[in-house]
């Protein structure tokens, strides 16, 4: 045991932080250091370097501390202040005082670690706990890839945002004022699993218009409705279970399905959407659990699925009895031609689990979105949503309720509307302007992006660094894809970059896709892509 | 092929509702009601009926309806509305005109169904569709068993809410003027998955003031901390692997671990919280995955793990190589005594998964909890937080960074804390006060409960009913453990009733004890317990 009678020290002083540094034999053995311009009050800040000092064995046990006294004059503080921490550090049996011995370091003492030999303890390794969910999910994240998306010096075509124009902000402040004035806190407390009510009553009312009857009952309100997928996925997916998918599709869903296990098989889609045939000519051989399908301005393609597809695909799903998860962000954003209903609108026979979201309209980051379905259903997602989050977030949903019930929504969605079918007119006269022979392209009706397709010779991954380069962003085709059909494609969101740099972006990518193709040609070699055995 | 030349029809006038009623030969074949004062406009009114109707089959393939000007007539609509809604259902291919042949239902044409004969469709039977998952939540919820708890004439020591006093309403919306105009919208759109920068330098600051030292980057903002234990168990457990867990526990964490098909090992607890000697004879037969552990007035017991057993069951964790999930809601909520170290804090070797929320010191409807953890395992939390919700709602978040740096938050938290002791105070006074033999109770430190043993006679069940017939709730022993140890046990939360029911909510439930042992003694049968064979 080494009890030290003495210390020097030398004292610090620098910019608002002073403290002191403890030698023995030239060698710092003590460093406390106060910034008395932080938050964190003088005593905690002595009290936790003290403690983190023997916790990591630096003070070993019988380390004799300075007095109180002693510390407080070197630090220049109240010795109130250093009682206080001694105090709570002697609480902890980290020290301990004995009249003549002064304040000393403590034994660990534990019921294992009897023997007061130092125990050697090795990294937890945390890769190798991983669970199979987790494991499955060790991808990329999309914003690894995207990792210039958010700076402010790119013009972004990548992320399926909204431009922030004209957000209804004073709305927000004046309907937040008068809730609170009448209903006090209670839209800050702790609310309904399932929904706040009113706001289900008024999410009947929207979907009635979507053609869509159903009463609150049927109706359950998620933390956005990336939560839909996740919670259909846990509630109905367990490992090896057959999930057909669009291809491309939405790279969220694709991997919510692949972190339970699922095996996904996607089902090409051309301009009238899923191919209805190919799916029906795979049910010989595999019996899905689910299909999912954004029908509706698909996310990446743009696509909308034609009323005779949904006929087709309902028809299919009550013949071989599978649920279909409908995911419809993007319906009410219709720039031309006429609405189609919904397959949940279509479906007489509850197979469809219907999401959406306020996400693709206003406020995103309020997170609200829904499900209508079965009531059984319904009662599942409950169970489900009660485990994942308690429930969504009570602020919010009482101002979308409050905003559906008024004229805000309303107004709100057809100022989207127009915005974006502007946005989408640029695109068109910019895509038109910098045209590329082979890069096609095709306006969707609605909904936020351009699928296009590259020229062939192109490599995508060379055109991302071209186009960071020239700083214009965009999504690659691949996160969209599963592997099975080609991935020659771009994604392109005109809702996100401002309108007046959507010209700029597009003759930047289009150089860039140039300046690629020019690239390919002078370093072509046709032995590079093909496969050779590795040994 | 059914052609109906003519129909004959009654109308329909009732407040506010307006309609018609089709006959063919007395029976009713088609009815469409309309509703004036509804926000649905009433060409969709009538494309919605008539769609329903087709689909369904009750209006057949070749059926003739009325023509736009005689439907326009007799519904006393403008014949532009009957136009707009026979537009759409042309558009949807469900009925079409042709001339002499005026408008009729078309024929669902599908690949499948190409003979026309109508599909019968089975329900889907979604119980037998249900994973793994799922069907190990089929449990009642909480809120089943206690479906009286939100009455408002109910006296309910139920729920571990805050009563809704003081809350700083005012200050939230000063924040939020304040915040938008300087920021704009931002604040309202989507924001990183790990959580808004300035809040997680708000929390690292927080959690220097709990001893915790840690970077932003070491902290993930959660929708609560209900998420973090849910997205540990997705992360780390798979079927069959064991979790340690208190008992009695929290029952959200027992079900979220049952979910995902965790084998829940139970160890007991004592006045000084978690028995770690027990757990210590366990680890020879079993290799646990996880240790849950809410070391701080602890949920349901109330009961503070002493220092030498965090330093004991840490010790544990490191021999062994298990990781800990602290759980820490009620930390900073004491009323008596001194604070201790929180696991994380004696942890040195980054073994601990700590969990903590604003949820209990106010706005509990914001959901805003957080993670502090080694950064490689804050990257596996940030997978799957994208996966269950993208990321925390953005607007709370700004608003508790904003309380955290101004004095908002410390003052809110010492008025939770005052609060809290004063109920305290009555509730224990009150205890006294109809104190019954043989019903046990020790006023805890800090948190928010009482954890009362009931005399030895007495039927849990049937105290449940009893004290419901006399307005008083409180969450039954049962719920917190797995039926390895004696749940002759009632959690009673002193902080959510009004403090001017206290006292007579404590005496209702103490007469309904009474009642209970009383009826117990009368109606004494030993055989009833015995359990025998069925057959």
Chains 1, 2 share one sequence.
Not at 172 to 186: A, I, M, N, P, V
Not at 321 to 346: C, F, M, S, V
Not at 505 to 532: C, D, F, R, W, Y
Request: charge should be positive; proline fraction near 5%; hydrophobic fraction near 40%.
């Amino acid at each position: 045991m080494v009890v030290l009678n003495s210390l020097k020290h030398d004292n610090i002083k620098l910019d608002g932080i002073t403290g002191a540094c403890y030698k023995i034999k030239g060698s710092v053995i003590m460093r406390i250091i106060l910034n008395k311009s932080s938050s964190i009050p003088i005593y905690l800040q002595i009290r936790n370097q003290i403690r983190d000092m023997i916790l990591q064995g630096i003070l070993e046990p019988g380390f004799r501390l300075p007095s109180e006294r002693k510390l407080a004059e070197t630090l220049g503080v109240n010795r109130s202040t250093v009682l206080n921490a001694y105090r709570d550090l002697k609480a902890d049996d980290l020290i301990g005082s004995h009249t003549g011995a002064g304040t000393t370091v403590l034994m660990a003492q534990t019921s294992i670690n009897k023997d007061n030999m130092p125990q050697k303890v090795s990294k937890l390794p945390w890769m190798q706990l991983l669970g199979g969910c987790a494991l499955r999910m060790q991808q990329p994240l999309v914003s690894d890839i995207l990792k210039t998306a958010n700076r402010k010096d790119v013009i972004s075509f990548a992320a399926g945002f909204l431009a922030q124009t004209h957000d209804p902000v004073e709305e927000l402040l004046e309907s937040q004022c008068r809730l609170l004035k009448d209903y006090g806190s209670t839209m800050l407390q702790y609310s309904s699993t399932q929904g706040y009510l009113p706001l289900r009553e008024s999410i009947s009312n929207l979907m009635q218009k979507r053609g869509i009857t159903i009463d609150p009952e049927g109706i359950i309100v998620l933390s956005g409705s990336q939560q839909a997928i996740d919670l259909t996925a846990r509630i109905f997916i367990d490992p090896g279970d057959v999930v057909i998918v669009e291809e491309p599709s939405f790279f969220s869903a694709l991997q919510i399905f692949q972190s339970v296990g699922a095996r996904i098989v996607p089902v090409p889609i051309d301009a009238k959407g899923m191919k209805i045939e190919f799916l029906e000519s795979l049910l010989s051989r595999i019996k899905p659990k689910l299909i999912y399908t954004i029908p509706t301005f698909q996310n990446p393609s743009g696509t909308v699925m034609d009323i005779k597809r949904r006929r087709a695909l309902l028809d299919i799903a009550y013949k071989y009895q599978i649920p279909i998860l409908e995911d419809d962000p993007y319906g009410e954003l219709r720039y031309e031609g006429n609405h189609l209903p919904t397959l949940k609108a279509l479906d007489q026979h509850g197979y469809v689990i219907y999401a959406s979201t306020f996400s693709k309209i206003m406020f995103p980051g309020m997170r609200i979105g829904w499900v209508v379905a079965e009531r059984e259903v319904i009662r599942q997602f409950v169970l489900a949503k009660q485990m994942a989050d308690l429930h969504t977030n009570t602020l919010g949903q009482w101002i979308m309720d409050d905003f559906l019930r008024s004229n805000v929504f309303h107004k709100r969605l057809q100022t989207v509307i127009n915005e974006n079918r502007e946005s989408r007119r640029l695109m068109i006269e910019a895509l038109k302007q910098y045209a590329i022979e082979d890069f096609e392209w095709q306006a969707p009706e609605g909904g936020l992006y351009f699928w296009c397709r590259l020229p062939r010779q192109i490599d995508p991954e060379r055109l991302i660094t071209k186009a960071e380069e020239k700083k214009v962003v965009y999504a690659p085709g691949k996160i969209f894809c599963l592997g099975y059909t080609d991935n020659h494609y771009i994604r392109l969101s005109f809702s996100s970059p401002p309108k007046e740099l959507i010209k700029q972006g597009i003759k930047l990518l289009m150089q860039a896709v140039k300046e690629t193709m020019n690239e390919e040609k002078m370093k072509h070699s046709p032995e590079a892509s093909e496969i050779m055995p590795i040994l």
